[in-house]
């Protein structure tokens, strides 16, 4: 029975059970006018009660004993275009962001009206071409980009991977570029961007530092498992491994923090995975 398994053993949870309607009109379709200005919802644990303030003003809730960790991960211009022979389009997003040997096959997964096959040339939108190296089950590919380098091709040629609720008919736009990134970000990896981290300003992240509270980074590399929808049992949902990174030096600041009384503070939830799968026995390791 059900019942037996607990409520949140993954055989007994379906996507009924946590999925919900947002109404589309209360999806904000551009950023605010200044990163700070967005809204922050704050709930007292302890009494229950809430309050909506701004974002800039999560300093007050903060103070000098306490660290803010956050993902440093980069978003990379993941989706690019091409053209087959036959003149059919194709679609490509890139898994990860390329690095090894340069002709070292790079995961993408591919949208085309037809399956692709192994060995096909392609000739991108941007200059060049790309070879179908191999050809794998759910829409997946590794793409050899030859003598080129791979993440350059993505930089020169590629898009931001918006959220599939974001709606740009015409492709993202210059603004998304910068603003589909947080201000800290520094490793390219990401096809999806950390949000949480979207709303920190450089002002912001001064002011927190003059108060003396700590921010420390990690990072990691969001997948594409973001955008894959659960389709019944959550026990039978695929997903993907995704890079993350913990470093010697993070972990003994955040340990000096604790013994101090502070909190530690994920910001967001990719933040919240990583410290996760860095923590040997409830302690925090290096951890890559």
Same mark, same amino acid.
């Given at each position: 029975?059900?019942?037996?398994?607990?409520?949140?053993?993954?055989?007994?949870?379906?996507?009924?059970?946590?999925?919900?309607?947002?109404?589309? #009109?209360?999806?904000?379709?551009?950023?605010?006018?200044? !990163?700070? !200005?967005? $809204?922050?919802?704050?709930?007292?644990?302890?009494?229950?009660?809430?309050?909506?303030?701004?974002? =800039?003003?999560?300093?007050?809730?903060?103070?000098?004993?306490?660290?803010?960790?956050?993902?440093? +991960?980069?978003?990379?211009?993941?989706?690019?275009? @091409?053209?087959?022979?036959?003149?059919?389009?194709?679609?490509?997003?890139?898994?990860?962001?390329?690095?090894?040997?340069?002709? @070292?096959?790079?995961?993408?997964?591919? !949208?085309?009206?037809?399956?692709?096959?192994?060995?096909?040339?392609?000739?991108?939108?941007?200059?060049?071409?790309?070879?179908?190296? +191999? &050809?794998?089950?759910? =829409? $997946?590919?590794?793409?050899?980009?030859? +003598?080129?380098? @791979?993440? #350059?091709?993505?930089?020169?040629? =590629? #898009?931001?991977?918006?959220?599939?609720?974001?709606?740009?008919?015409? %492709?993202?736009?210059?603004?998304?570029?910068?603003?589909?990134?947080?201000?800290? +970000? *520094?490793?390219?990896?990401?096809?999806?961007?950390?949000?949480?981290?979207?709303?920190?300003?450089?002002?912001?992240?001064?002011?927190?530092?003059?108060?003396?509270?700590?921010?420390?980074?990690?990072?990691?590399?969001?997948?594409?498992?973001?955008? @894959?929808? &659960? $389709?019944?049992?959550?026990? #039978?949902?695929?997903?993907?491994?995704?890079?993350?990174? &913990?470093?010697?030096?993070?972990?003994? *600041?955040?340990?000096?923090?604790? &013994?101090?009384?502070?909190?530690?503070?994920?910001?967001?939830?990719?933040?919240?995975?990583?410290?996760?799968?860095?923590?040997? =026995? %409830?302690?925090?390791?290096?951890?890559?």
């Amino acid at each position: 029975m059900t019942e037996a398994l607990g409520p949140f053993h993954p055989d007994a949870v379906w996507k009924g059970d946590i999925d919900y309607e947002l109404p589309r #009109e209360l999806i904000a379709q551009q950023p605010a006018a200044h !990163r700070d !200005r967005s $809204r922050l919802m704050v709930l007292d644990r302890a009494t229950g009660t809430i309050q909506h303030r701004r974002f =800039g003003d999560v300093a007050e809730f903060v103070d000098d004993r306490d660290v803010l960790v956050a993902n440093d +991960s980069r978003v990379i211009p993941a989706r690019i275009f @091409a053209t087959k022979p036959t003149g059919g389009r194709v679609e490509f997003l890139v898994l990860e962001a390329p690095t090894g040997a340069p002709r @070292a096959p790079v995961a993408a997964m591919a !949208r085309s009206s037809k399956r692709l096959v192994e060995n096909l040339e392609l000739t991108l939108d941007g200059g060049g071409s790309v070879r179908v190296a +191999s &050809v794998h089950d759910a =829409g $997946r590919v590794a793409l050899d980009f030859g +003598s080129a380098d @791979a993440l #350059e091709t993505l930089h020169a040629q =590629g #898009e931001i991977p918006l959220p599939p609720y974001i709606e740009r008919p015409n %492709g993202p736009t210059s603004e998304d570029l910068s603003r589909y990134q947080t201000v800290y +970000s *520094r490793h390219d990896g990401s096809v999806a961007a950390p949000t949480a981290g979207l709303h920190f300003t450089p002002e912001l992240l001064s002011s927190l530092a003059e108060r003396g509270v700590g921010f420390e980074r990690v990072t990691l590399h969001v997948g594409p498992g973001t955008f @894959a929808p &659960v $389709r019944d049992s959550i026990a #039978e949902h695929r997903m993907d491994a995704e890079y993350c990174a &913990v470093d010697e030096l993070t972990v003994a *600041r955040i340990a000096e923090r604790r &013994v101090g009384g502070g909190r530690t503070i994920a910001v967001g939830t990719t933040t919240v995975r990583t410290l996760e799968s860095a923590a040997v =026995g %409830g302690t925090l390791a290096a951890h890559r």
